[in-house]
T-cell receptor, first 117, second 112 residues
Framework: ETGVTQSPTHLIKTRGQQVTLRCSSQ?????VSWYQQALGQGPQFIFQ???????GRGNFPPRFSGLQFPNYSSELNVNALELDDSALYLC????????????????FGAGSRLTVL | SQQGEEDPQALSIQEGENATMNCSYK?????LQWYRQNSGRGLVHLIL?????REKHSGRLRVTLDTSKKSSSLLITASRAADTASYFC????????????FGGGTRVLVKP
């Protein structure tokens, strides 16, 4: 059973550029959640995908977008990067039961550390 | 904010001592979870306690939940240097569906 893998592990971008982060969910999981974690803070919920549909979104602007694929892997895209987007981006997978189900235990990847200059 | 908030923000103890950290939240929850994070890497799930439970144990970990006070505590007994990490509570608010909301964390340093 493989865990959650994220790529790339580190990347540096300049303000205004676009970035795509990738996540392979744990085998058997159907739900992917993305979090942004600034240095010294707790993870902030960006959005969640359940069976390829967005299933909730946090307080992030539309330039943060995502996809979930039929194999339940996922992408996070951020357009028009700003300096404040510098953070650790965490992907977590879980076996969910959809919009009406309670939250389940999350299995996290090691994260992608984005630096925006 | 609906986030859980941990207290204290930082904790320094000697190996062998117990470490206690608390989490408070504001609205009704389905469950509360605790996670550990080492050096800015991914989070690792420690324990889940449901809203109808009052206490759970897992190895050296003991979690309590008081829904009347909207608070939880995590106790690590007989701490080890390897317990040095940040600990986060995460709440599953009934109004927020099935998304976990994390607090700011408690940074624990266990000195050998």
């Amino acid at each position: 059973e493989t865990g959650v893998t994220q790529s790339p592990t580190h990347l540096i971008k300049t303000r205004g550029q676009q970035v795509t982060l990738r996540c392979s969910s744990q085998s058997g999981h159907n739900t992917v959640s993305w979090y942004q974690q600034a240095l010294g803070q707790g993870p902030q919920f960006i959005f969640q995908y359940y069976r390829e549909e967005e299933n909730g979104r946090g307080n992030f602007p539309p330039r943060f977008s995502g996809l979930q694929f039929p194999n339940y892997s996922s992408e996070l895209n951020v357009n028009a990067l700003e300096l404040d987007d510098s953070a650790l981006y965490l992907c977590a997978s879980s076996l969910g039961s959809g919009p009406t189900g309670g939250a389940n235990v999350l299995t996290f990847g090691a994260g992608s550390r984005l630096t925006v200059l | 904010s609906q986030q859980g908030e941990e207290d204290p923000q930082a904790l320094s103890i000697q190996e062998g001592e117990n470490a206690t950290m608390n989490c408070s939240y504001k609205t009704s929850i389905n469950n509360l979870q605790w996670y550990r994070q080492n050096s800015g890497r991914g989070l690792v799930h420690l324990i889940l306690i449901r809203s109808n439970e009052r206490e759970k144990h897992s190895g050296r970990l003991r979690v309590t939940l008081d829904t009347s006070k909207k608070s939880s505590s995590l106790l690590i007994t007989a701490s080890r240097a390897a317990d040095t990490a940040s600990y986060f509570c995460a709440t599953d608010f009934k109004a927020a569906g099935n998304k976990l909301t994390f607090g700011g964390g408690t940074r624990v340093l266990v000195k050998p």
